[in-house]
């Protein structure tokens, strides 16, 4: 268990305050020697600078550093020119997103699909970026069906992606059966479980209706009977969130990443309880 990697997600901060305030987490997070940071992308570009000015901040304190790209509304010069701009920063892996359609914007651009933008980044730059891409293990709110959703997941990987990190989830059951699933259709890429600590409870239920993930209902009605006390909310969600950690663990996953919100400490928790 203690050589299991994990990983730690970012958001690019929008103030200086910000800046500052995810300096401080990630300091403290690198403690832990993570595999790499990732951050994400703001759909339509919305925040593709800053996402560049993280990730070069994290390659200059000696981390490894992954920017999330998301193809949807994009053309395929304007993702060549964030490609060679990513190379010329000695960055050296990619979250490949589909990303969603920036509210008002009515077509999804050049690509349409996570696995066009895999294939594409693998014909104009070979092996150069190691390729995450995203998996639903409770099924990607869009798809028809869970076969189908396997099926496009399969189609990202035969682009040509190297692994994938889940949605979050909080039943353990929820991965192990993907898995199945994945294995009986010959996936054999490491797919890594996404793990988001409770911190509030009105956040998380407003974050999982909108992704399609899942809060068991024994848990919502347990968050919910703590009514504002946040301290029995965080405590309850550090012993759940760990326990599944553990079982993840134990059961093969190949490593945690940890979607953190720009805070450590919820993460630092987690991982203290796991003694990795």
């Not at 076969?147 to 990190?165: E, M, P, Q, T, Y």
Request: proline letters at 5%; a negative charge.
């Amino acid at each position: 268990m203690s050589n299991s990697p994990i990983s730690f997600e970012f958001f690019p901060p929008q103030t200086n305050e910000g800046v500052e305030k995810l300096t401080l987490a990630r300091g403290k997070l690198a403690a832990l020697n993570p595999e790499f940071f990732s951050v994400t992308f703001g759909a339509g570009g919305s925040t593709r600078d800053r996402t560049l000015e993280t990730v070069t901040q994290i390659k200059a304190e000696g981390f490894d550093a992954a920017p999330h790209l998301s193809c949807v509304g994009s053309t395929r010069e304007n993702i060549r020119a964030i490609l060679k701009t990513y190379q010329d920063a000695g960055i050296s892996r990619i979250v490949a997103l589909r990303g969603d359609l920036p509210s008002g914007m009515a077509t999804a651009g050049e690509f349409q699909y996570a696995n066009e933008l895999v294939e594409f980044i693998r014909a104009e730059t070979g092996d150069h970026f190691h390729l995450e891409v995203a998996a639903y293990p409770e099924f990607h709110p869009q798809a028809k069906s869970a076969h189908d959703d396997i099926l496009n997941f399969k189609r990202k990987i035969d682009a040509g992606a190297n692994s994938a990190i889940t949605q979050y989830f909080y039943n353990a059951d929820s991965y192990f059966h993907f898995m199945d699933e994945c294995q009986k259709l010959g996936i054999t890429a490491p797919i890594v479980p996404g793990i988001m600590p409770i911190v509030r409870f009105s956040q998380l239920a407003r974050f999982s209706d909108a992704c399609g993930a899942e809060i068991p209902r024994w848990m919502r009605k347990t968050m919910e009977g703590f009514g504002d006390d946040n301290e029995s909310v965080q405590a309850f969600g550090r012993d759940i969130v760990t326990r599944m950690c553990e079982r993840l663990l134990a059961g093969g996953a190949p490593g945690l990443h940890f979607y953190t919100l720009n805070q450590s400490a919820p993460c630092i928790r987690i991982i203290e309880g796991l003694s990795l």
